[in-house]
């Protein structure tokens, strides 16, 4: 095996999937939002965020956004992305890491999209565009 071969079969080795968990807390830090790290302060339904120091109140499942399950998170990241300076290169990449490219030569290829439209697709292409792209790029700027 030449060492071309050898350096693309290791690149398509698969690294163990995130969990929905990971890739929420990653996807915070991408768009630039604080993942809280909740402490409570004594009293039922009363936190303090580590990290940004902010007073919460309420139920906890409300302080984080869902980027992988719900459609608030999938309207913000949708957003973030269509803003971000390299959006032409993650739709290129979407087209490709998708899987889609059989829909170049397709009379279908314009209903593309519908393949994206759901949180849990979007926040894990989101996310590898990210590490494979961005980060390995050598770029490193979100």
């Avoid at 996807?27 to 919460?56: A, R, T």
Wanted: charge should be neutral; glycine fraction near 6%; proline fraction near 2%.
């Amino acid at each position: 095996m030449s060492g071309r071969h050898f350096v693309e079969k290791c690149r398509n080795l698969e690294k163990p999937a995130l969990t929905d968990e990971q890739l929420n807390k990653r996807l915070h830090e991408m768009v630039g939002i604080c993942w809280h790290d909740l402490k409570s302060q004594g009293l039922p339904h009363w936190y303090i965020c580590k990290n940004c120091k902010s007073e919460l109140h309420g139920d906890v499942s409300l302080f984080q956004i869902d980027f992988v399950h719900s459609w608030e998170g999938f309207g913000i990241m949708w957003e973030f992305m269509q803003k971000h300076e390299r959006w032409a290169e993650f739709m290129n990449f979407i087209l490709i890491k998708q899987e889609l490219q059989h829909f170049k030569n397709n009379t279908y290829y314009k209903y593309w999209w519908y393949f994206i439209v759901n949180p849990s697709t979007l926040a894990k292409a989101v996310g590898r565009f990210f590490e494979e792209v961005i980060i390995n790029s050598g770029s490193g700027d979100a």
